[in-house]
């Protein structure tokens, strides 16, 4: 400000405080209105007139203002003074306050514990359709949480992120477990969150996505054979198309009819799997053919479901793994397994025999990036033994199959 501005705007003691700008040659270019304050407020006006009464319209406000805050009981005028002084150090303001309460009030008058979200939650997932399997593990993992005393009767939304970090790390188990039951308390706070009861998710990303490189496990050629030919004759069909089509057990075979198996045309109608954005039809090798051709029944599901079809994997797994250990054989694929070990098994042997990572990863269903696809599945198997695995058929090759067209 010039120096006769800041003169001028001296002499004049009434708030809000009205001076001219001068310019270098002395003359008037407007008038200013300062209201002081951090920030800083001010007006311009063209004429002082203007300026004046811009001066008297903020007095006017400011006095009727304070005759509003005159109103208040002493019990408010406390009560607000208390919130100002919470609010301040956040730059924020009773309003804005008022503001984001009322916008949050279902959140806050809803005061839902967390073993009662829990219940809504699992109750939902039922009504889904989530596979038994699914819940089970969900409200194992979810009853450990809240079954701590520092969760016990805690309305949901009160639970913060550094707490959750802290229990997920106080867990004596392996990381993959850990993380696992971090994918369980985002279900969790997603379903809050979904329905009001939580205003933010704490719960997202709670222990980093470490990219140590390690690949998904995979069968080799023996192991797969011995799986199949340790298995329960009806439990075949399950295993082949996990091992030969690289289906997916509770989304896919679990779902699966035998209708939708079309061994004429050689392909597998997958219309109902939950992790496929659109139904697909997956190719029958040959080698799935005849193995499909020693069961194959004219309708009903193809497989077992839920804890049966896990018994009969664990039962076929530990012959499989007794019978190479006494043939002085490695088991490693089937000791270390994990829930999409045939899946991955295909995956990486249909890349490395086929040479198309772009039909491979259309055959499993991806929908995303090629380039995780083959991060993941190429170069895993040298193509011999990748061509060995299309080959494994049942002990006596069926020669007469289903013909084409």
């Known amino acids: 400000m010039p120096r006769t501005s800041r003169r001028i705007a001296r002499k004049t003691k009434e708030w809000p405080y009205v001076y001219p700008r001068i310019n270098a040659q002395g003359q008037i270019t407007s008038w200013r209105v300062d209201c002081g304050g951090k920030p800083r407020l001010r007006f311009a006006f063209k004429t002082k007139p203007e300026a004046i009464g811009k001066?008297?319209?903020?007095?006017?406000q400011r006095f009727n203002e304070g005759r509003a805050v005159m109103d208040f009981s002493a019990a408010d005028r406390i009560d607000a003074q208390a919130a100002l002084e919470r609010l301040?150090?956040?730059g924020a303001t009773l309003r804005q306050a008022a503001d984001f309460y009322l916008h949050n009030i279902?959140?806050?008058?809803?005061?839902?514990?967390?073993?009662?979200?829990?219940v809504e939650l699992l109750e939902i997932k039922a009504k889904d359709e989530s596979s038994a399997r699914y819940i089970k593990d969900l409200r194992h993992k979810l009853e450990t949480f809240i079954r701590d005393p520092l969760f016990q009767n805690r309305a949901i939304q009160e639970i913060t992120r550094d707490e959750l970090v802290t229990w997920l790390y106080s867990l004596k188990v392996a990381a993959v477990t850990r993380k696992n039951y971090a994918r369980a308390l985002s279900v969790l706070f997603t379903f809050a969150?979904?329905?009001?009861?939580?205003?933010?998710?704490?719960?997202?990303?709670?222990?980093?996505e470490k990219a140590n490189g390690k690949k998904p496990g995979i069968l080799t050629v023996v192991e797969a054979k011995a799986l199949l030919l340790a298995a329960e004759p009806d439990f075949v069909p399950a295993l082949a198309l996990g091992l030969f089509a690289g289906l997916r057990p509770e989304s896919e075979i679990w779902?699966?009819?035998?209708?939708?198996?079309?061994?004429?045309?050689?392909?597998?109608d997958i219309d109902k799997s939950k992790n496929t954005v659109s139904h697909r039809h997956v190719r029958i090798?040959?080698?799935l053919a005849a193995w499909l051709s020693l069961h194959v029944g004219g309708r009903g599901p193809v497989s077992v479901k839920g804890d049966s079809y896990y018994s009969r994997l664990q039962r076929a797994r530990k012959t499989a793994i007794k019978r190479l250990e006494e043939a002085?054989?490695?088991?490693?694929?089937?000791?270390?397994?994990?829930?999409?070990t045939m899946r991955h098994t295909y995956a990486s042997a249909h890349s490395a025999a086929f040479k198309n990572d772009g039909d491979t990863s259309q055959q499993l269903g991806h929908a995303g990036n090629l380039k995780v696809f083959q991060r993941h599945y190429r170069d895993r198997v040298e193509e011999p033994e990748a061509r060995s695995f299309w080959?494994?058929?049942?002990?006596?090759?069926?020669?007469a199959l289903p013909a084409q067209g």
Request: hydrophobic share 35%; with cysteine.
């Open 55 to 60: 001066a008297e319209l903020l007095r006017n």
């Open 88 to 90: 301040r150090p956040h």
């Open 106 to 118: 279902k959140v806050i008058q809803s005061q839902k514990t967390a073993d009662q979200v829990l």
């Open 193 to 208: 969150v979904d329905k009001h009861y939580c205003v933010s998710h704490p719960a997202q990303k709670l222990v980093p």
């Open 255 to 268: 779902r699966l009819d035998w209708r939708s198996i079309k061994l004429h045309k050689r392909i597998i």
């Open 285 to 287: 090798t040959d080698n």
């Open 328 to 340: 002085g054989l490695p088991a490693d694929g089937l000791r270390a397994w994990c829930g999409d």
């Open 391 to 399: 080959e494994i058929y049942p002990s006596e090759k069926i020669v």
